[in-house]
């Protein structure tokens, strides 16, 4: 399987997501029934995710919460990794089957991609990659345009149905919504460790780790000039990185420390810091 989002030659990479819900039945039900996850522990305040027992995306109840504003700096869309093509239009044809709007699609070159929205407006891709050896590099930088997708083509590649997400769907990246992009990469790149794959003319950046297209992007597409994150609204809560071993998060922590960036390391090990805007990210095993 074409899997380069994560991998041990992958120091960081995306664990899981986590997001404040007004309506968590309803949140729920779109993300087991239009992306095929499971749940794996939950209660009446959190709901947790996933498939094959590894968690993606945590639910939590914030019934009182405003909803989020696109303004802001927050979330702009969580990307969902498929194993295959086939799986991808095995899923597109399920969408379609319950008649759930989409708002894109794309051929970025490096993969396809199909856009949504989940019902509080939360931004979601789902995806499949090529393989790492037909992605275009030039002087450091991969090509990613935004091509016509050809969906009939995708949804015939199909060889099976989509009773639920495949075994090894992941969280290939997150895309954020930030007040500044030179911001944005001085934090993720500089701070971070993350390597710079991408810019955009038009106010984005796209970073990684060991190599992919990216596990982060950042853009000021709709919050330029945002300030820090309205914690009291509905959206993104944080986002979780797995590092490949201790020694990672170790280097991250003495890096971020060196560009004057403040974390915490819990006795459990997990690894907590804020970007300029205040979201959060918690760096584990």
Known sequence: MPYE???PETPLSIGRVGLKV???????GFYTEILGL?????????????IDGVPLVDL????????????EAGLFHTAFLLPSRADLGAWLRHSAHKSYPLTGA??????E???LDDPEGNGVEVYRDRLKAEWVWRDGRVEMPSARLDLNALAADAQKGFPGAPGGTRIGHVHLRVGDVAQAQDFYSAALGLDVTRKRDDGAVFMSSGGYHHHVAANVWQSKGAGHSD??????????????DDAVIEATAARLKSHGVHSTLS????????DPWGLRLLISR
């Open 267 to 274: 006795p459990d090990g997990f690894l907590t810091v804020d």
């Open 231 to 244: 914690d009291e609204r509905a959206g993104l809560s944080y986002v979780v990185l797995h590092a490949a």
């Open 113 to 115: 991609a199909i856009y």
């Open 22 to 28: 007004r309506d968590l039945p309803l949140m729920v």
């Open 5 to 7: 989002a994560r991998g």
């Open 106 to 111: 794309a051929d970025h070159g490096v993969s």
């Open 60 to 71: 939590l109840h914030r019934p009182n919460l405003p909803p989020d504003d696109k303004r």
């Open 38 to 50: 499971e749940p794996i522990i939950g209660d009446a305040e959190r709901i947790q995710l996933g």
